[in-house]
């Protein structure tokens, strides 16, 4: 009998050991050396805290960033439209949603927000947002999770908050306020690639920024801008929309963004050019 208890005594011993190391893995789950991140794009200055986001959610949250920046809408809107699709849908455009929620916004058709295929278009999401966000008196200085409540009116008016510090490094970046800012490292094999890739991404930079937006040349995609903010703005755009666009390299005023590096060499931080170009995979 006491051979048998001292087995069950350490056979325990293995069963809680095992749960100890476990619990300990959970714990320091983010830790990069023990449990890598796996997202593929980062969003800050170097040496600082960034945020982390997997490509999608960036190319969505750049194109909130475009179609704010289009209508003239200020860097606190687009923190707010940002802050409200994260809480929404994780910026993801989905598909459905509580009841007949839709889209980046999850807003709903029976209550007047458009077509159920309207909504999910996330420039027509965007627009919608801006257009009731404006109209809010006082929006400027409310706090992010306010006015975000004054457009969504959500059961949780408290929940947009969480994410209003991470939508202001997003908006700074995307705004063209903090250059060589937005980082995201390609898959080797893009799905998208060749004279296809760059013609669809002219034609994704002018359904964002308009139809003057993105030349196809010698070069490979380029647009033409007059200053560095602005410059700035596209260039993280196309680089936000490289993993679903093929993008492999954009150089802007002498420093230059890699899909293998995944982040921005060259130059003393000064953008002084005025052609941002990007080359797709071939």
Known sequence: MRKWAVLAGFLAFVVLAGLGVFAVVRMLGNVPLLVPSGYPCKVGAPGTEQVELEAPQLANAATIAA????????????????????????????????????????????????????????????????????????????????????????????????WAGRSVTLASALSGEAGATVGCTVPDKPESRGAAAAEALVQGLRLDWGDKAGTLDAAGVSVTVKTEQTGWQYAHWLVAHATDRGVKRVTFGGRQWTSESGSWAGGDGTATGTVVVAEVHS
């Open 67 to 162: 179609v704010g920046i289009r209508r003239g809408i200020p860097r606190q809107g687009i923190v707010v439209a940002i802050a409200t699709a994260w809480q929404e849908s994780k910026l993801e455009n989905l598909a459905g949603g509580d009841r007949d929620s839709v889209g980046l916004f999850q807003q709903r058709p029976s209550q007047g927000w458009g077509s159920a295929e309207q909504i999910a278009d996330p420039r027509y999401a965007s627009a919608n947002f801006y257009n009731v966000l404006v109209k809010v008196k006082g929006w400027q200085t409310m706090r992010t999770t306010d006015a975000a409540q004054a457009v969504q009116r959500s059961a949780y008016p408290e929940a947009y908050e969480q």
